[in-house]
C-alpha cells in the first residue's frame, strides 16, 4: 500500500461520498448518503459482498427498539444505560453510549423505510447476562425477518444478480446445526442483512463496485478529499466531495497487526481474509488515532485439512458444537477452565496468563466429548455416529484418550468424573456453565432436564481435539466521534474522513459486549456519518425522513441547501418497498405447520396465524432458535407459502418425517 498519493490529475469518479467496504455499515452508510442526496459509491476489495457480516447471525442489538415497543416489550434507555456502564469496565465512552442508545432506534425505523430490510425482535434472546442492572431478557436483539427477507431476496435475484455476490460460508459455520444458513439457497440471517441493505443500495441506483480494494487516502489542504483504489490492475482514483467512509471491517487476517496488538500469538480469522486492516492503515496514515486495540471476539476454532477461503486456509468456527450435553474444555493440565457454554469466557481463558510458569495458563486447549454426544450431534463433516477423521482422536477409556492427546490422563480423568458428578444434578459450581438464561439458549435441546447445558460424559468411547485461538472480528480501531467522524491524535476530528464497522472502536460499549453490538454499532455510526457528510443537522435529517419516500431527495436538497442539489441524483425510478404502520392484532385461529430437519431438529414450528387488520401474526420458533412473533403483511404471506411450495422445499418437508421417524427408532434401540 502507498503511503502518500498526490491529487492526482485526473479523477476516475467523482462522487459526493465514497465508502470502502460493503458491511452492514458501510451499506446503511451509501444508502442513508443517497436518501439525503448525496451522490454515492461502495467499494469493495473482494470479488463477493458482506464481509463477515454475511457469515453473521445478522443480529443487531437496539434497545427500545420500535418492534419491542410494538410487541409489548418492556424496556428504557435508563435500564440500557445501566447495563453498558456496569458492564463495560469502565472503557466505554459516555456520549458515544448516549449516540448509540438514543440514535439506535432512529436508525432502525429510518432504514427499515429506506431500504427493503425488516428485522424482528428476538423477543427470547436474552442480553449475555440479563440478571445483571440494566440487563434484557429479550427484544432488544434484531434478526432479518427470515421468511420475509428470504423470499423477498430470492425474488430479487433474477432482476438483480449482483445479490447473488453476498458471501456464502466455504463450510457450514454453524456446523452442528443444520441450519438453513448454510444452504446456499437462502438468504437467512447476517445474508439476509446483507442482502436487504444491498437492494436498498441497488435500488436506489448506487454503484456497488467489487474487486476494488480502495489503498490510500488523498489529502488536500487537511482535508481528505478522495481515495485512490484499485480496479482491474491500475489505480482508480475517486474524488470524494462530502467525504470517505471507511468500513473495511477488522484486522483479524493481518498477522502482524495481530502480533502488535492482541494478547495471544496466533489468531485465526473466522471473517474472510479481506478483513486486513486496510481501513486501520489508511485511517492512521493520515493522523487517526487507535483504540481498545486488544478487544477481539474470540472463539474457538479446529483446523480441517482442506477447509479454505478465498483460497487460503480457513479455521472452522466449532462454538456451535461447545455448550452441548456431554464434553467439555480443558487445558494442557487436563482440567476444565471455563463455562463452556460462554464464548466470552472461553475468550477469557484463552487469554490467560500463569502466573508461576509466566505461559499462557490453558493453551493449548482441548475438546473432549463421549459417545453420546456423537451420537446426537454431527462433528464438523463427520455425521453422527462413530466415523473418524485424521483430526479426532479417539480412546476406549478417558485415560487412552489423555494418553493420545498429550494430556496428563490422572487430571482428565478426575476432571470428566469430578463434571459428570454435578452435570447429572444440572449443576457445574466450577464455572457455573447453565446458569444463566443466554447458556440455556445453547443448548440444542431447550426442554432437556435437569439442564439444557450439562449432561455428563459416561459412554465411551471418547473423543477429542486440540482447538485453536480463532475471532469473529478484532475489535479495536479508529477512534471517532458522535458524527463518526475519525479523531486524530491530537484529538481533532479529520476533516472529510469517517469510519464505522470493526474499523472503528467500540467506543460506545468498550467491553460490555452482547450478541448485535458490532452490527448495531456498525449501523447506526454509519447512518450518522452519511448524515454529517450530508451537511444536514439531525433535525433537518429527521424531516426528510418525514417526506414521503418518492419526495426525500428532494426534501434532502431543500434542507442542504444549493451544494448537494448540484451534485444530487433523479429520485426517479428508485424502488422501494416500505413497511406499513403496525396494525392492532385481531385474533383469528390458525393452524400450525412444521418442517423438521433431518435430525429432528426444527426449521419451522409454526404454533399459528393470527390475522391483524391487514397483516398477519405469525407465532412460533425458526430453525430451533428463535421464539418470535413475526408481522408479515398478505404479500409476505403469500411470498412465504411460495417459498413453502417450492419442489426442494416439498422434498424435504416428505422426507423430514422419514427421517425422524429413521432416527426415533434408531434412538429407541440404543
Ligand atoms: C459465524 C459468525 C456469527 C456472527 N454473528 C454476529 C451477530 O449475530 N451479530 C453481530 O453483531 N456480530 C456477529 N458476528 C461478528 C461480526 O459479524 C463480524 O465481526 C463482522 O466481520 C463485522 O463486520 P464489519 O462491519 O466489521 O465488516 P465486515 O462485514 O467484515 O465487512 C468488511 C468488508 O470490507 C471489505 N474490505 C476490506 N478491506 C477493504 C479495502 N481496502 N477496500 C474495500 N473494501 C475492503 C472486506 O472485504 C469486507 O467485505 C458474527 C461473526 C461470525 C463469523
Same mark, same amino acid.
Given at each position: 500500500?502507498?503511503?502518500h ?6 479523477? #476516475? ?12 455499515? =458501510? ?23 458482506? =464481509?463477515?457480516?454475511?457469515f ?6 437496539? $434497545?427500545?427498539?420500535?418492534? &419491542?415497543?410494538?410487541?409489548?416489550? $418492556? ?17 466505554h ?5 448516549a449516540?448509540?442508545? +438514543? ?6 425505523? #429510518?432504514?427499515?423505510?429506506?431500504? $427493503? ?7 427470547t434472546?436474552? +442480553? ?12 432488544r ?10 423470499q ?12 447473488? %455476490? ?11 446445526v ?22 436498498g ?8 463496485? /467489487?474487486s ?27 474524488k ?21 496488538? &492482541? ?13 486486513e486492516?486496510?481501513?486501520?492503515t ?11 486495540? +486488544? ?39 487436563g482440567?476444565?477452565?471455563c ?27 482441548f ?16 455425521p453422527?455416529?462413530?466415523? &473418524? ?38 449443576? /457445574? ?6 446458569e444463566?438464561?443466554? /447458556? %440455556?439458549?445453547?443448548?440444542?435441546w ?5 439442564? $439444557? ?15 485453536h ?15 463518526a467522524?475519525?479523531? /486524530? ?6 476533516? =472529510? ?42 433535525e ?11 419526495g426525500r ?6 434542507a ?6 448540484a ?12 413497511v ?17 430437519n ?6 419451522? +414450528?409454526?404454533?399459528?396465524?393470527? %390475522?391483524?387488520g391487514?397483516r398477519?401474526c ?21 411470498? &412465504?407459502?411460495?417459498?413453502?411450495i ?12 422419514v427421517?425422524?421417524?429413521? #432416527? ?7
Amino acid at each position: 500500500m502507498s503511503r502518500h498519493v498526490s491529487v492526482p490529475e485526473k479523477w #476516475d469518479l467523482e462522487v459526493d461520498f465514497a465508502v470502502a467496504g460493503s458491511s452492514a455499515g =458501510g451499506l446503511t452508510a451509501a444508502c442513508k448518503a443517497h436518501e439525503l442526496g448525496l451522490s454515492t459509491v461502495v467499494l469493495e476489495k473482494a470479488a463477493t459482498l458482506g =464481509g463477515g457480516t454475511a457469515f453473521s447471525g445478522g443480529v443487531i442489538w437496539i $434497545p427500545c427498539n420500535h418492534h &419491542m415497543v410494538e410487541e409489548d416489550i $418492556p424496556d428504557s434507555r435508563q435500564a440500557a444505560l445501566e447495563h453498558i456502564r456496569y458492564t463495560s469496565m469502565g472503557r466505554h465512552d459516555e456520549e458515544m453510549l448516549a449516540t448509540y442508545l +438514543d440514535k439506535g432506534p432512529e436508525m432502525l425505523r #429510518d432504514v427499515e423505510a429506506i431500504t $427493503p430490510l425488516r428485522m424482528q425482535p428476538a423477543t427470547t434472546l436474552p +442480553d449475555y447476562r440479563e440478571y445483571l442492572p440494566g440487563g434484557s431478557t429479550g427484544g432488544r436483539l434484531l434478526a432479518p425477518d427470515p421468511l420475509y427477507m428470504a423470499q423477498l431476496l430470492l425474488d430479487a435475484e433474477s432482476e438483480y444478480p449482483i445479490l447473488s %455476490k453476498i458471501r456464502r460460508s466455504p463450510f457450514p459455520l454453524f456446523s452442528a446445526v443444520p441450519l438453513p444458513t448454510n444452504d446456499p439457497r437462502f438468504y437467512v440471517a447476517g445474508r439476509a442483512l446483507i442482502g436487504g441493505l444491498l437492494l436498498g443500495c441497488i435500488q436506489k441506483g448506487i454503484e456497488v463496485l /467489487d474487486s476494488t480494494p480502495a489503498r490510500s487516502l488523498i489529502v488536500q489542504d487537511g482535508r481528505v478529499i478522495g481515495l485512490r483504489a484499485e480496479r482491474e490492475g491500475r489505480d482508480f482514483f475517486v474524488k470524494a466531495n462530502k467525504g470517505v467512509l471507511l468500513a473495511t471491517g477488522g484486522y483479524e487476517w493481518n498477522a502482524e497487526m495481530n502480533k502488535r496488538f &492482541m494478547r495471544v500469538a496466533e489468531i485465526h480469522g473466522i471473517t474472510p481474509p479481506g478483513n486486513e486492516g486496510d481501513g486501520h492503515t489508511m485511517g492512521m496514515e493520515v493522523g487517526g488515532a487507535v483504540a481498545l486495540m +486488544d478487544l477481539s471476539l474470540l472463539m474457538p476454532t479446529v483446523r480441517i485439512p482442506g477447509d479454505e477461503i478465498d483460497g487460503k486456509p480457513m479455521y472452522r468456527i466449532w462454538q456451535f458444537n461447545i455448550g452441548q450435553p456431554g464434553n467439555i474444555l480443558v487445558n494442557k493440565e487436563g482440567k476444565r477452565c471455563c463455562d463452556e457454554a460462554f464464548y466470552p469466557d472461553i475468550g477469557r481463558a484463552f487469554e490467560s496468563m500463569d502466573a508461576q510458569k509466566l505461559q499462557p495458563a490453558n493453551l493449548p486447549m482441548f475438546w473432549i466429548v463421549d459417545q453420546n454426544f456423537r451420537d446426537r450431534i454431527p462433528v464438523g463433516p463427520l455425521p453422527k455416529g462413530t466415523e &473418524m477423521a485424521d483430526w479426532l482422536h479417539k480412546g476406549d477409556t478417558i485415560e487412552e484418550l489423555a494418553e493420545k492427546l498429550g494430556l496428563p490422563p490422572a487430571n482428565l480423568k478426575e476432571t470428566v468424573e469430578r463434571f459428570n458428578k454435578y452435570a447429572r444434578e444440572g449443576l /457445574d459450581p466450577d464455572f457455573r456453565r447453565g446458569e444463566t438464561g443466554y /447458556d %440455556k439458549r445453547w443448548g440444542f435441546w431447550p426442554n432437556r432436564k435437569p439442564n $439444557p447445558a450439562l449432561g455428563p460424559l459416561d459412554k465411551p468411547p471418547f473423543y477429542g481435539m486440540q482447538l485453536h485461538v480463532g475471532t469473529v472480528g478484532n475489535m479495536g480501531g479508529l477512534v471517532t466521534n458522535t458524527n463518526a467522524q475519525v479523531i /486524530d491524535v491530537a484529538g481533532n476530528p479529520i476533516p =472529510g474522513l469517517y469510519a464505522t464497522s470493526n474499523t472503528a472502536a467500540p467506543l460506545a460499549f468498550g467491553l460490555a459486549y452482547t450478541s448485535g453490538m458490532v452490527g448495531g454499532k456498525a449501523m447506526i455510526f454509519g447512518w450518522l456519518a452519511a448524515q454529517h457528510a450530508s451537511g444536514i443537522t439531525s433535525e433537518a435529517a429527521k424531516e426528510v425522513a418525514k417526506a414521503p419516500v418518492p419526495g426525500r431527495q428532494v426534501a434532502a436538497r431543500e434542507a442542504a441547501g444549493a451544494a448537494i442539489a448540484a451534485s444530487g441524483q433523479a429520485a426517479a425510478g428508485n424502488k422501494l418497498v416500505s413497511v406499513g404502520e403496525s396494525a392492532p392484532v385481531e385474533a383469528v385461529r390458525g393452524k400450525g405447520i412444521r418442517i423438521l430437519n433431518e435430525d429432528g431438529s426444527s426449521v419451522l +414450528d409454526l404454533e399459528g396465524i393470527e %390475522k391483524a387488520g391487514d397483516r398477519l401474526c405469525m407465532k412460533g420458533r425458526l430453525m430451533g432458535s428463535f421464539s418470535t412473533n413475526m408481522y408479515i403483511d398478505a404479500t409476505g404471506f403469500y411470498r &412465504m407459502l411460495r417459498m413453502l411450495i417450492r419442489p426442494s422445499t416439498i422434498v424435504f418437508a416428505l422426507l423430514s418425517p422419514v427421517y425422524w421417524l429413521r #432416527d426415533f427408532y434408531r434412538s429407541r434401540s440404543k
